[in-house]
Nanobody
Framework: QVHLVETGGGSVQAGGSLKLSCAAS????????MGWFRQAPGKEREGVAV???????KYADSVKGRFTISKDNAKNTLYLQMNSLKPEDTAMYFC???????????????????WGQGTQVTVSS
């Protein structure tokens, strides 16, 4: 079992920055594939960024060049640095981790075994 807790959300103006953190506890493993997903009101949840176990990062086209995913294995913490934020980035952001016995699910959110409770990001124009 893995427990994920997101922090760092808040309200910012367009063009601002936020850094989200996702602290993992329990049966953590450096081989976990982890990702950030978001869900805006009235919309389906979508993938934002994924970090594979080998350190490869993938990004949704909508955030490329603005968001950076990283991981501190010593702290068991996943990060999402968000720069040049836009109002359309407003959403609840979730951290997810995949079962280490599986290939990285990438954007297939239903394949992630563990989820945090989410942290709200609001960007005003």
């Amino acid at each position: 079992q893995v427990h994920l807790v997101e922090t760092g959300g808040g309200s910012v103006q367009a063009g601002g920055s936020l850094k989200l953190s996702c602290a993992a506890s329990g049966d953590t493993s450096e081989t976990y594939c982890m990702g950030w997903f978001r869900q805006a009101p009235g919309k389906e949840r979508e993938g934002v960024a994924v970090r594979e176990s080998d350190g490869t990062n993938k990004y949704a086209d909508s955030v490329k060049g603005r968001f950076t995913i990283s991981k501190d294995n010593a702290k068991n913490t996943l990060y999402l640095q968000m720069n040049s934020l836009k109002p359309e980035d407003t959403a609840m952001y979730f951290c997810a981790a995949a079962d280490p016995s599986l290939f990285c699910p990438m954007w297939a959110e239903t394949e992630y075994a563990y989820w945090g409770q989410g942290t709200q990001v609001t960007v005003s124009s």
